[in-house]
């Protein structure tokens, strides 16, 4: 089966251009036969696939769950859990690294750092957090290894990193655009139809193939120099979004461990 793992929604992404329905059209043509919905700390693209599965333009393809998370020090991370977890705590932006792959594994998700070689702040390996300690790429189950909107080094230098670590590489086309829908693509020698069938599929260290073709819609690519005041501006914006999510954190850590407990 082909998937595009890393998607963003209009339902579920603020910066989101293209609805679920017309993004699995596109890909439909394309070939695919699943995605993965990776809005910006959100899952309200799927809570509106949720609402509409039913519908003549959903039948006949896989549509799975996922999350771009936030971190507040190690870049986005895409999160996949089981159907049947739900964690408010995903949509709270603004988690450690560490503290997310805790949490994640002890539900039975996983978890990798997306275009983890591309830029400042917003990718794992041009952090400070990964430059102090490259150990972490242990707390990771897969890295996103190719994606459309990213350099052909970026990509390079990840598909490098994972091969090296032993990790099974994704391939999206970050979409936000219809455009852009497509792009990249992750294919899977057995069935996937639920997260878990994935989640059990990546454990099993089975094989994955992933590639695609280079996006040039973006909006680096069209502004050029510009884009590192976007970039650094980032840093500002995710510590500053951070912080009115701070005490449903805490809450929901809390939660976290005191279930923790209960279970050992």
């Not at 695919?32 to 919905?37: A, S």
């Not at 091969?163 to 086309?173: A, E, I, M, R």
């Amino acid at each position: 089966m082909r998937f595009d793992m890393h998607c963003h929604t209009k339902e579920g992404s603020l910066d989101g251009k293209v609805t679920l329905a017309e993004q699995i059209a596109l890909l439909k043509k394309k070939g695919y036969q699943g995605i993965l919905i990776t809005d910006h700390n959100s899952h309200n693209g799927y809570r509106y696939y949720l609402k509409h599965r039913n519908n003549p333009e959903f039948q006949d393809f896989t549509v799975l769950k996922g999350i771009e998370y936030d971190t507040i020090d190690a870049g986005h991370i895409l999160v996949i859990m089981p159907e049947y977890i739900k964690l408010p705590l995903l949509e709270l932006r603004g988690l450690p690294v560490g503290i997310l792959a805790e949490i994640v594994h002890f539900f039975g998700g996983i978890l990798g750092p997306a275009h983890p070689c591309g830029e400042k702040y917003l990718s794992l390996c041009n952090t400070r957090r990964f430059r102090k300690n490259p150990s972490i790429l242990r707390l990771f189950d897969f890295m996103e290894t190719f994606n459309a909107c990213e350099s052909p080094k970026s990509n390079a230098e990840a598909a490098a990193l994972a091969k090296q670590h032993q990790l099974p590489g994704f391939g999206g086309s970050d979409t936000h655009k219809a455009d852009g829908t497509g792009f990249g693509y992750t294919d899977f020698p057995e069935d996937i139809f639920s997260e878990s069938d994935l989640i059990r599929y990546i454990r099993s260290k089975r094989p994955v193939t992933s590639s695609g073709d280079y996006y040039h819609g973006t909006t680096k690519e069209r502004i050029g120099s510009l884009n590192n005041i976007l970039v650094y501006s980032f840093w500002f914006y995710n510590k500053a979004a951070s912080l009115p999510r701070f005490f449903k954190r805490r809450l929901a850590l809390q939660e976290y461990h005191r279930l923790t407990e209960k279970a050992s």
